[in-house]
């Protein structure tokens, strides 16, 4: 495999971790409308609430969402400039810091698990902004 492929691979990977965050999502509340536990309509998009399960995982499908647009302007500018093994060094990471937010934010809230999902959040940031960034001076 080239490097090429291995940076196309993560950018795949996280749109596909986006799809299964969603699959999951609607299961769950399919699940619940079908048993009766709730009604199609009680799943405001703005209500949340910490202690259910379902709340925390739209929020982590939504928190992925939000980074996705960043991910494939930065790391389809890095592949197109040619910067292809630096994009295939920080994709992985960039990647596993994005599961690894996600499921923190699955695991519950509380002070410490805040943080780490906001170091996660940043390791994205950092990442991201060092690939843009050396892609933007080697279009210079």
């Known amino acids: 495999m080239t ?3 291995d940076a196309v691979f ?3 990977a996280y749109g596909l971790w986006a799809l299964l965050l969603l ?3 609607v ?6 409308v079908i048993s009766g536990q709730a009604k199609a309509d009680q799943f405001p998009p703005y209500a949340y609430d910490p202690a259910r399960l379902l709340d925390r995982l739209s929020r982590a499908y939504m928190n992925t969402l939000e ?7 930065v790391g389809g500018a890095a592949l197109w400039a040619g910067t292809v093994e ?3 060094c920080v994709l992985p990471w960039v990647f596993a810091a994005r599961v690894a937010q ?3 934010h699955l695991i519950g809230v509380n002070h410490w698990l805040v943080q780490a999902r906001f170091a996660f959040l940043l390791a994205q ?3 991201l902004g060092w690939l843009g960034l050396s892609t933007a001076c080697t279009l210079a």
Do not use: C, Q
């Open 67 to 73: 980074m996705l647009p960043v991910l494939l302007v």
């Open 3 to 5: 490097l090429e492929h």
């Open 102 to 104: 996600s499921l923190v």
């Open 86 to 88: 630096l994009a295939a």
């Open 27 to 32: 299961l769950g509340r399919g699940l619940r």
């Open 23 to 25: 699959a999951v999502l």
């Open 10 to 12: 993560y950018l795949l």
């Open 125 to 127: 940031i950092v990442l």
